[in-house]
């Protein structure tokens, strides 16, 4: 079963049983077209399809345009603000907190990306927290912004709670991604960008469409038992940090996911822990938020501002170079270098296009037909 | 089993056969002797000791007295410098890079972490990288400087190569700890500490004193085969990333010793991945070095340069609050607030003094004999 579960989840939908190819300018366009719907302005809608379209190249499927309904959805229940006014609320020179607005984490995470920059450029680093947004895609697009500029890029995230604490069985946290970029030279970037759960949700969803059980380790039933069944979730049951258990470091995975919600949420002045707001629009948010909206926290720091650019990455290719030509344990396997599965992802799908399975290509069809968008 | 382990891990040296305690006053007196008999400087003789005491005193044995020993094994094979000249070589208003001078950690991590506050203090963050250094305890202790300026502390640093990435069976990695430190109000800081292995290698030294197996996931052999041998490690075997196997997510354990690695080492010029020198005198550092010493990486941030430092730690406590009473599987087991196990045993220890194991206890008194100081 491991071995079938790990080819899986090299493939994705790959080895889904039914799904469309798509070519990226297309699904570009269609993007764009729904955030003009939804009364973005011309820059949101461009910018906004950008991160989620870069997801769906990268092969993070679950954040890319299999998304694009829950953010209409979260719109239409007034959840969301199409046209925010983002501002900075308190600032020091090298730290900020943005107020999304209720905006688009899509655009939001930009935004206050932008400002950290800038600060880094003029200071060193620069680390902007933000509250008030919304579900912001992918961790890494943000942090690669810094990274064009041969800085190092720190995005993080909380989000709808659905992951336990160690010794709990109430949902507390969210996935939680924490990502970090690192420019390299004759390697592109090496970017760790991860949920500090087990197993992402949109692993379990895999599992549902194809009737298998998951593993031991990543959920857990509502009364806090070791759960096999993808549907966990559906029923009252949770995520589990990475570590997955107590002795295996189930504590860390929690820390870390802690960590992420401190700096997101408690610090920028937006829900935290519990009370972080569902993505989904049939949930609504808690009656008693402890803050507004979802929050996130962005940084970033020149390599330069450490040693000499030319150093640094000569040193970052010598680090790739090494760990690439690791022993591995089986030869047909080497090692990988954190990144590196989205970027042969997002060279393949730049030549053969991106596969859209049916459930989803089913989801973009109602949605431009609601929208009266014309559908790919 | 687990029950079994779990139980053992909490507890940690009180299920030792054989031990003896000492309070906190005479440990530290005796430490800062053997730091003197070194020919540490008053001030670097106190510091050091007072680093490794507070390990001891939170219940962190492993990075306590226990290690006093390898420090000054390290300095008799004239691989750490007990007079260190330690300065900056790199910097901009909120970065640097400080070379520690083949210095004890113990002295070099608080020296850097001093800088990054200052800098915090002036423009809202400061990072330091740090290369040219040796172990330097428990990260806990550098980023609780940050802490006491009401301040998010940030410490990590990379560590003798014993830990594989994901697909290897290659010793690539340290347990690179990392750790984020906040404050709050009325209780005390959210401490998040953590080596980015499933286990920490004290305890398999732990299983190895018991002769008991320990669980699946902590470490492989020298092949890449899954063991529950505690004695792996001597036989060529290797630690696991947090996450243990791809399937339960070892891949982002990598990812997080990867960037422990980077910015401790790549960054600051430091030896990286399988270059770090090792802390056990007995094995020679490497002939090819990429760098020099050891690497750390520390920052500092004002939690007032993201919002009034009343309403941070008014909503840090709402946090604490609420993750105390998230609900439990078991009531005998509430969930745990990161750093309260080691507030616990601070607690206790400062009453009941610190227990030593009867290994250390030899290895401290040929320690006093060696050096000529007074036996506890």
Chains 1, 2 share one sequence.
């Not at 461009?46 to 679950?62: E, F, H, N, P, T």
């Not at 949770?238 to 997955?244: E, H, M, N, R, T």
């Not at 596969?355 to 014309?374: F, S, T």
Request: net charge neutral.
């Amino acid at each position: 079963m491991l071995e079938q579960y790990h080819l899986k989840y090299l493939h994705k939908n790959i080895l889904e049983k039914k799904y469309y190819t798509i070519q990226e300018t297309a699904l570009r366009h269609f993007t764009e077209q729904i955030f003009r719907a939804m009364g973005c302005s011309e820059e949101h809608a461009v910018l906004s399809a950008d991160v989620l379209i870069k997801a769906d190249m990268r092969g993070v499927d679950s954040h890319g345009v299999a998304r694009l309904s829950g953010y209409v959805r979260l719109w239409q229940k007034g959840r969301l603000n199409a046209k925010p006014v983002m501002r900075i609320i308190h600032e020091t020179p090298t730290t900020a907190t943005v107020d999304g607005d209720q905006g688009l984490g899509l655009v939001v995470a930009p935004y206050a990306m932008k400002i950290a920059i800038q600060k880094a450029e003029t200071y060193g680093s620069g680390w902007v927290a933000v509250r008030n947004s919304n579900h912001f895609g992918i961790a890494g697009y943000h942090a690669l912004m810094a990274v064009e500029k041969d800085m190092i890029g720190y995005a993080m995230t909380n989000a709808s709670p659905l992951v336990t604490p160690t010794f709990s069985k109430e949902r507390m946290l969210g996935t939680n991604p924490m990502c970090y970029a690192f420019p390299a030279g004759k390697y592109p970037p090496v970017i760790i960008d991860m949920a500090t759960s087990a197993a992402a949700n949109g692993k379990l969803e895999i599992a549902q469409r194809k009737d298998l059980p998951i593993p031991e380790g990543w959920a857990q039933t509502s009364s806090g038992l070791s759960s096999t069944n993808p549907n966990e979730l559906k029923q009252g049951g949770s995520l589990l940090p990475l570590g997955s258990d107590r002795l295996h470091g189930s504590h860390k995975g929690y820390g870390l996911s802690a960590t992420v919600d401190i700096l997101s949420a408690v610090l920028s002045g937006a829900n935290y822990g519990p009370w972080a707001p569902p993505f989904v629009s049939y949930l609504d948010p808690v009656p008693d938020p402890v803050g507004l909206g979802l929050g996130h926290f962005l940084g970033a720091m020149r390599a330069d501002g450490f040693r000499p650019i030319a150093d640094f990455k000569q040193h970052m290719d010598n680090w790739i170079t090494r760990f690439k030509n690791a022993e591995p344990i089986n030869k047909i396997q080497p090692v990988i270098v954190p990144g590196e599965p989205e970027l042969v992802a997002e060279r393949e799908r730049s030549i053969s296009g991106i596969p859209i399975i049916e459930d989803v290509w089913d989801d973009l069809k109602k949605l431009a037909e609601h929208l009266k968008v014309d559908h790919l």
